[in-house]
């Protein structure tokens, strides 16, 4: 019997994010918000999934305020309702992968402080989508002093890197070689649990692999447009097609032209090959695109990502691709309002936009 | 002679034996018609109805579109419930 | 009838300072259909954006979001609010300021203070919980701490225990776990320690304060009490709020958002420096009147077009139906399905007859009919203007025609009525009743079937129409080939097989080779019928298997009839037969209570039944019309005709 009906719980979820997807803020929505003031915009996302949060939070909060905060909460909240209905199987695997969030909110809490930032505005930006729960992260905001924070994060499962770490960090005043070394830990630790023979896990790990390629092909264009010089191995995450010594060779290669002809070489995506070579056409090197490349880089990832949810429409496809797709809205919006706040130009607005 | 009427008798009983069996043939045949095509409509409406429930879960206003998709399979046992008809009747 | 409403392709042009002027008109008008300007990679021309909204839109936004907020909190739910007068928009326009910030104030500081109330009562009952298993024990907190000389525990254990070293013990039994507090020596500590372990002690965490335990307790209970009366009074406080507020919240949202409409307005246009242009539809019969208005409005200074419709890449017009009233509750219908386009035919007027007809052969039963007519009436005072209203309209057709069909199956709650049945029977026979040599089924099936053909050859002959309208006769022919194959195939299968209710032509005596004439034109007509079709495309031929089980899909009328007559026979028989009727022909005191169990029977089962009756039927004749009749002709996916401007139910000018 559950191998007739072991399929009705995939099929009902996957068509739930299906439905889901689509209700997302479309691309000509993004371009009449750039038109818009705060309050407008406030109204506007009041009108569609949003409405609960802003509703609640329009009580006590107003202006960018009112919006970052029902963005962080309205995120939380969708990522714990993924989770709640994903059948088992599947929810595990999405668990680990929203573990990601706990560095976010860990580095925002420390960035934060050290920045000395009250701790409602800390509170604003965090997204309780991990393991630490909202709960938590509120009790370690309240730390006053480095050591207690550290402290109250031992039951993290990344504390022995943090406590490594955090010290060069704090004595640096950089928290980005912090950052690194969390993702790659976690991306170990993610590779590690994935490899171990889950149902669904080739995909799941196909995917891993993707945006670990990702990532490292942004962090070496932004260290080239950088003219970073000197140890560059630490920052690239190992896991991905490339091997972290193929990308320090890559980032070693010295003119633009054989940077591109050895990276294109060995790139098996033919989106990523057009996709570089239209940059290479445009000379993207200049320290002003990369923003560009950047952006280019997440979208061929999405629509990987969704070309994977019509191949396998019954499997934690549709479900990623729901979750980086709700991801990105959130940053889109959070551009456009930090952007409109600080009374940037549309057109500059418009850049950091991903759609 | 007795054994004529005998065999006569007889005759007759097997005939009706054989009627009576072929109604029941008939209502059995009949019978399995219609389960084997129900089993095969619920079948195909268990992936239609999950994934139905799923849809008006994220937007009620697809209540009426799935439920017309819902029923779209019972053809197949609607085909079984004909020729069960036809079969007994 | 057949069409939807004409559209006429409009474009405005004018300066931007008339922009607000020609918003403000077409608003009034509430028939112009914006066609909302999207800035496309690509197609973009340089120096043409979406315009920004107009000066106040920003206030107004505010406004309307607290506005909306406030309906949250208070449960107001202006759709669903019929209300009693109208409010002025000029006097709203002066008080709205005002009157809204003193709301929201309120609503705030209530909002507020119940927020921290419940993060007080939260705090407070933490502090019983800590207090509570101290509170046997007659002890000040002070008393607990301070010593240098002397080791506290306090905490539950299992059991008393007995102490050999001098202490001070207070032990309070309680079924939630005992209490015990033990003052003794730092020196014997150790010995005490090992003695409370084998009594499974848990310590507790002496709370902090001073005072009796008891007194502490009372006191923090007095002010929890205090506290939840104070949030009931807020509570009340919100719903006599709620009841004051609630027309008014729900007159400033429909003003604020007609108001931001018009301000946003611009976000839909395309505009350059100096001018702008709206682009939109207006149903054709309105053209003149919002051609004099604008020109009024803006003394000749807007710049109003007609677009021709260009034939090869025509500008999908939005669809707004244009049916008599009959037909109109069927539009729901055809919504749920898909809306038609503005290019094809409307078939609601053909669907609003096609589907109660069937409806009722389903249902063919004057009891059940009658039910739902008096539950489609009844129900309408309950029901707010809408949808709801449309479908039990959908449903009275449905009704009456239940009652038509049930007249000629002479069928009432599966009894017979007094006359034989004017078409086949249905009835069925139960319980060793050999009555009238049961249903007809196969005459009813056939029936069936051509009904399907009928219905299968009107939808084919809409396609010719709505093919040929767009592809002129290349697009008709193949639609004729699925009509002449199979019109082909049935002359074919007469001419070989007899089969009541349809033309017999076994007995036509052969012509050529052992064949009739009508197999001859039969196997003509398939063969030119595949022709035709195979000449759009090869690969429509796989569709052909569908031209029979389509058709044989309409024995659902037959066969969901049968068994909800079968349904109400079995009810009748196990009612009437086993429990009533028995009962009465040989009464006793305990036959009355099967009398009655029957009678609960006969309601219930007929009640369920007619339940059944009503979903199975519409919704296998719903089907009919959406995959076998529609799938023929009907593409659908028009917009919805949607004009700029607001239907008004709180406020007037």
């Keep these: 019997m559950s191998a007739i009906v072991g399929s009705a719980p995939y099929i009902y979820v996957c068509t739930r994010f299906r439905v889901r997807r689509m209700k997302l803020i479309p691309q000509e929505e993004y371009l009449r918000m750039l038109q818009m003031s705060l309050p407008e915009i406030i109204r506007l996302i009041q009108e569609t999934e949003y409405k609960r949060e802003i509703d609640e939070l329009s009580h006590s909060f107003h202006g960018i305020d009112l919006i970052e905060v029902a963005l962080s909460w309205n995120l939380a909240k969708t990522y714990q309702k993924v989770l709640a209905i994903m059948p088992e199987g599947l929810r595990e695997m999405t668990e680990s992968y929203l573990r990601r969030w706990d560095i976010q909110n860990v580095l925002s809490i420390l960035r934060g402080k050290a920045q000395g930032l009250p701790p409602g505005k800390i509170k604003e930006v965090l997204i309780p989508a991990g393991e630490l729960n909202r709960d938590y992260l509120d009790k370690i905001i309240t730390c006053a002093e480095p050591e207690k924070v550290l402290e109250s994060l031992k039951r993290w499962r990344l504390f022995p890197v943090l406590a490594r770490e955090l010290p060069r960090a704090a004595e640096s005043g950089s928290f980005s070689s912090l950052e690194n070394e969390l993702y790659k830990q976690f991306y170990h630790d993610i590779l590690e649990e994935t490899g171990a023979g889950i149902k669904g896990g080739k995909e799941f790990l196909e995917f891993l692999r993707l945006e670990i390629d990702i990532r490292n092909l942004q962090t070496l264009f932004r260290l080239r447009v950088n003219g970073a010089k000197g140890e560059v191995v630490t920052f690239f995450i190992p896991g991905g097609t490339f091997t972290v010594e193929e990308l320090v060779r890559l980032h070693e290669v010295s003119s633009p032209d054989a940077f591109f002809d050895s990276l294109t070489a060995q790139l098996k995506s033919r989106e990523l090959v057009s996709l570089l070579g239209r940059f290479r056409q445009k000379n993207g090197l200049a320290p002003g695109t990369l923003h560009e490349i950047e952006s280019a880089l997440t979208l061929m990832q999405y629509s990987r990502l969704e070309m994977m949810a019509r191949f396998h429409p019954f499997s934690i496809w549709p479900i990623l691709a729901y979750i980086e797709r709700k991801k990105q809205e959130i940053t889109n919006l959070r551009a456009i309002t930090r952007g409109k706040q600080a009374g940037l130009p549309m057109e500059q607005i418009r850049n950091y936009l991903v759609m | 002679m007795v054994d004529a009427v005998v065999t006569q008798a007889a005759i007759e009983m097997s005939v009706e034996a054989v009627q009576a069996s072929q109604i029941g043939m008939k209502a059995l045949a009949a019978a399995i018609a219609i389960a084997g095509t129900g089993f095969a409509s619920a079948w195909a409406e268990l992936s239609i109805g999950s994934a139905a429930v799923g849809a008006v879960a994220e937007n009620k206003d697809l209540f009426g579109s799935v439920l017309v998709l819902t029923i779209i399979p019972e053809t197949i046992v609607i085909f079984g419930l004909v020729v069960g008809l036809l079969l007994i009747l | ?653």
């Excluded at chain 3, 009340?236 to 027309?247: F, G, V």
């Design chain 3, 1 to 653: 009838m057949f069409r939807p409403e004409p559209m006429t392709h409009l474009l405005v042009v004018a300066s931007k300072e008339r922009m607000e002027t020609v918003i403000r008109e077409l608003y009034s008008h509430r028939v112009f259909h914006i066609r909302d300007y999207v800035e496309k990679e690509g197609e973009k021309v340089e120096g043409v954006t979406i315009g920004p909204p107009l000066g106040s839109a920003s206030e107004v936004s505010s406004k309307l979001t607290r506005v909306r907020s406030m309906e949250t909190t208070f449960g107001i739910h202006p759709d669903e609010m019929t209300p009693a007068t109208r409010q002025r928009v000029l006097d709203l326009r002066d008080t709205i300021d005002r009157d809204l910030a003193a709301v929201g104030n309120e609503t705030d500081t209530l909002l507020s203070r119940r927020a921290e109330l419940e993060g007080t009562i939260r705090d407070l009952e933490q502090q019983v919980r800590e207090l509570a298993p101290f509170a046997g024990a007659p002890i000040e907190f002070g008393h607990y701490r301070g010593y240098e000389t002397l080791a506290v525990y306090t905490g539950r254990i299992g059991r008393d225990v007995e102490i050999s070293v001098p202490h001070e013990k207070v032990f309070t039994p309680s079924p939630q776990g005992n209490f015990i507090a033990l003052f003794v020596p730092v020196e014997h500590k150790a010995a005490v320690d090992a003695i409370l372990q084998e009594a499974r002690f848990m310590p507790i965490p002496v709370p902090r304060g001073s005072g009796l335990p008891e007194a502490l307790l009372a006191e923090n209970q007095g002010r929890l009490a205090e506290l939840k009366e104070e949030i009931a009074r807020i509570d009340q406080r919100i719903a006599a709020l709620k009841e004051q507020q609630a027309q008014f919240l729900a007159t400033c949202d429909e003003y604020l958002k007609s108001d931001l409409e018009q301000e946003e307005a611009p976000l839909r246009f395309a505009t350059t420096d100096q001018a702008f242009l709206v682009e939109g539809w207006v149903p054709t019969r309105e053209v003149e009147r919002v051609k004099a208005g604008l020109s009024l409005a803006t003394e000749g200074k807007a710049l109003v077009t007609e677009v021709p419709g260009d034939p090869h890449h025509p500008v999908p017009a939005p669809v707004e139906y244009d049916n008599p009233s009959f037909a109109r509750p069927t539009q729901l219908l055809m919504d749920t399905y898909a809306r038609p386009r503005y290019d094809e035919l409307d078939p609601t007027i053909l669907v609003s007859l096609i589907f109660p007809i069937f409806f009722g052969i389903i249902l063919g039963d004057v009891g059940y009919g009658l039910i739902l007519l008096a539950a489609s009436l009844g129900l309408r005072r309950f029901l707010p203007e809408g949808d709801g209203r449309l479908l039990l309209k959908v449903m009275r057709n449905g009704a009456i025609a239940s009652i038509f069909f049930g007249l000629l199956f002479s069928e009432f709650f599966g009894f017979k009525l007094p006359w034989e049945p004017l078409l086949y029977a249905r009835h069925l026979s139960m319980g060793g009743h050999e009555a009238e040599g049961g249903p007809m089924v196969r005459e009813l099936l056939v029936l069936s079937i051509w009904i399907g053909i009928l219905h299968i050859t009107l939808g084919r002959i809409l396609a010719a129409v709505n093919h040929g309208r767009h592809h002129g006769i290349r697009g008709v022919i193949p639609q004729l080939g699925w009509i002449a194959s199979m019109w082909g195939l049935l002359l074919v299968i007469w001419s070989i097989v007899a089969i009541p209710v349809m033309p017999d032509l076994t007995g036509v005596p052969p012509l050529v080779a052992g064949l009739s004439l009508p197999a001859l034109v039969g196997g003509l007509m398939l063969i030119l019928g595949i022709l035709a079709i195979a000449s759009e495309s090869a690969l429509e031929l796989t569709e052909f298997p569908t031209i029979i089980s389509h058709t044989m899909s309409y024995a659902r009328l037959v066969a969901i009839g049968l068994s909800s007559v079968a349904i109400a026979v079995v009810v009748n028989f196990v009612s009437i037969g086993m429990l009533i009727k028995p009962n009465i022909e040989d009464f006793s005191l305990v036959g009355i209570l099967f009398i009655l169990m029957g009678i609960v029977v006969f309601i219930a089962g007929h009640l369920l039944n007619t339940a059944l009756g009503l979903v199975g039927g519409a919704l296998q004749s719903l089907r009919l019309q959406y995959v076998e009749f529609f799938t023929k002709f009907y593409k659908g996916g028009g917009e919805k005709f949607n004009p700029f401007g607001m239907i008004r139910k709180f406020t007037e000018d």
